[in-house]
């Protein structure tokens, strides 16, 4: 019998686009397992004794990249443990060493489906973080001087990974500056007209 590949959807877009609120429902209408990679990478921190604790708060609040061996092995076995075949990956690949460390290890093993990509400006992306932060997000990197460092990464090393993947035509951009429900509206048509 044919086993199919587990399929894939990375979710991408600047700090506070709005990714993780729009996989939430994602999952509650099409069934999708969601895995956010710096969710992942927050719990790995934050567990006694973890070898890479220290580095992963480092990076985090310097908002740059964690190393992709450690992203990458969080996320599949993460999967893995799933026990499920359809993934949105939240937040990965973020830079060329991301995007070079899973074509390395996971990506002949999984279908790629698409990238959705949260179109957000830079303002409404800080005051969205902003405000979560003051609500008492607990994250280290809610704050502004984080929050520059965040969006000086997704700038110079996130966005070229999107450009990437639309010249392969993968992309599906949506506008992220909506309220969520209305976000969710455009998800939903892109969803759909896949198939899910
Ligand atoms: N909100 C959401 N949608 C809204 C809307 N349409 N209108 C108004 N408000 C809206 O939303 C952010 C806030 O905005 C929330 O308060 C929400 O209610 C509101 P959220 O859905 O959380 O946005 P999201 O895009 O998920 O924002 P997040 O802060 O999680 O994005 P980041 O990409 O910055 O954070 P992430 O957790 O992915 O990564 C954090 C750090 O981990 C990185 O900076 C990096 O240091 C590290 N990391 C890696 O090293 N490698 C990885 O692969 C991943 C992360
Ligand atoms: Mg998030």
Not at 80 to 101: A, H, M, T
Request: charged share 25%; with cysteine.
């Amino acid at each position: 019998f044919i086993v199919m590949a587990p399929k894939v959807v990375f979710v991408l877009g600047g700090p506070g686009a709005g990714k993780g609120t729009q996989c939430q429902k994602i999952v509650e209408t099409f069934g999708y397992v969601h895995l956010s990679a710096g969710d992942l990478l927050r719990e790995e921190r934050a567990k006694p004794g973890s070898q890479y604790g220290e580095l992963i708060e480092n990076y985090i609040k310097e908002g740059k990249i964690v190393p992709v061996e450690i992203t990458c092995s969080l996320l599949e076995n993460a999967m893995k443990v799933s026990g499920q075949d359809r993934f949105l990956i939240d937040g990965f690949p973020r830079n060329q060493n991301n995007l070079e460390g899973w074509n390395k290890t996971v990506a002949n093993n999984v279908e790629l489906q698409f990238v959705l990509f949260f179109d957000c400006p830079l303002d409404i992306c800080t005051e969205r973080c902003l405000q979560r932060g003051a609500a008492g997000s607990g994250r280290t990197d809610d704050n502004l001087e984080s929050l520059k460092k965040r969006f000086n990464t997704y700038v110079q090393e996130t966005k070229p990974i999107i450009d990437h993947y639309a010249t392969m035509d993968l992309v599906k951009t949506i506008d992220a500056t909506k309220n969520p429900l209305e976000v969710f509206e455009d998800v939903k048509a892109i969803f759909k007209a896949k198939g899910a």
